[in-house]
């Protein structure tokens, strides 16, 4: 595979994500705030995908040999945050849930 059809790929990927937060904004099920975040972050994406040179000098200045390396450090720390926030809300959803059920079991 050569790296034409490796960004054709990760731009047709991109433009995927992008339809899809798309919908989901139409629906209202994520704020605008949140879909033009993603919007900023995929457009990001597009960009590298197709002018990976660019950075060429972080890589330098932080000792890494591929972007592919810099976009898995990145892919790390995001997924790590998101996974620290999800934890976070379904911890405060369980107990709301709970003092909600609480509230209906004291009134029977």
């Not at 139409?26 to 704020?31: A, G, L, Q, T, V």
């Not at 033009?36 to 000792?63: D, N, R």
């Not at 945050?81 to 999800?86: G, H, K, L, P, Q």
Request: glycine share 2%; hydrophobic share 55%.
């Amino acid at each position: 595979m050569n790296i034409i059809t490796l960004q054709i790929i990760l731009f047709a990927f991109a433009i995927f994500m992008a339809y899809s937060l798309f919908l989901h904004w139409k629906k209202k099920n994520i704020s605008n705030n949140l879909f033009f975040f993603w919007i900023c972050i995929f457009s990001l994406f597009i960009f590298i995908t197709f002018f990976p040179k660019i950075l060429e000098p972080l890589l330098k200045e932080l000792f890494l040999v591929r972007v592919m390396d810099l976009g898995m450090i990145g892919t790390f720390m995001i997924l790590t945050y998101v996974s620290i926030e999800n934890n976070i809300k379904i911890k405060n959803l369980e107990e709301k849930m709970e003092k909600l059920v609480r509230k209906i079991s004291l009134k029977k």
